[in-house]
């Protein structure tokens, strides 16, 4: 009697495995199949969701509609500094607005850094894109040479990597030495070298992901072939 009842334990036991290698692990699989073979298509849409809401930002604040621009601008400002004079300008008559024009425009004088990064813009000045000009570069280089990744995805191949470390020395001498207070930097030079870096770390990371990605997908096909049931 005791046999029997482990006798069906054992067969409950098997019916349920093999559900689930029907149903959960099926699922999964599936899952893992789809972002392998999609995965360029779902980094390129969220780093365009990226650039294009903190430009939402100021459209929003034009159009009254202060409070969702509001939301934009605080959850960039964990991602960015922010500072007005580093940033764009929508709707003003100047894109590009120095210390100077912001102050006469409306913007407290004397404010120190922390403080400037909470003044978003005016009627009068125009409303700052949630990013500063050198993320807007590296951001949208990231974005397009992905979108020309995408095109050429089977030629490109890496970038070596003291080929990358050499563009990062444009953006670290830029940005350093404005960050040490030696020089003041400017849009040009922080959009060089923000797409320097930006297209840089595509072009350095992409092509691996790329063949990782084809790797899961053959493996994961080989598995699902290797289960396939025989025809009898």
């Known amino acids: ?39 360029l298509t779902m980094f390129n849409m969220a780093w365009g969701l990226y ?26 400002s964990f991602l960015c500094h922010q500072l007005p004079s580093h940033s764009y300008f929508l709707f003003g008559p100047e894109p590009v607005p120095g210390v100077s024009t912001l102050e006469a425009g409306g913007m407290a004088a004397g404010l120190s850094s922390l403080a400037q990064r909470h003044f978003v813009g005016n009627t009068l ?4 894109v949630a990013i500063c000009q050198r993320d807007v570069a590296i951001y949208g280089a990231v974005l397009g040479a992905g979108l020309l990744f995408s095109q050429w995805r089977t030629q490109v191949r890496g970038l070596p990597l003291r080929w990358y470390l050499l563009l990062l020395v444009p953006i670290a001498l830029d940005g350093g030495t404005q960050l040490f207070g030696l020089r003041e930097s400017n849009w040009v030079l922080r959009s060089i070298t ?16 790329e063949d990782a990605m084809r790797e899961v997908v053959a493996s994961e096909e080989h598995r699902q072939a290797a289960y396939q049931p025989t025809a009898m």
Request: charged share 10%; hydrophobic share 45%.
């Open 125 to 128: 000045l125009g409303y700052k």
């Open 1 to 39: 009697m005791s046999d029997i009842k482990q006798q069906r334990s054992r067969t409950v036991d098997s019916s349920q495995a093999g559900t689930y290698d029907s149903g959960v692990a099926r699922w999964a699989s599936k899952l893992v199949l789809g972002i392998a073979r999609h995965w």
């Open 51 to 76: 650039v294009v809401l903190p430009f939402l930002a100021p459209l929003l604040m034009q159009s009254g509609l202060t409070v969702p621009a509001q939301v934009i601008y605080t959850v960039y």
């Open 194 to 209: 923000g797409i320097l870096f930006g297209a840089g770390s595509v072009w350095l990371a992409y092509p691996y992901v």
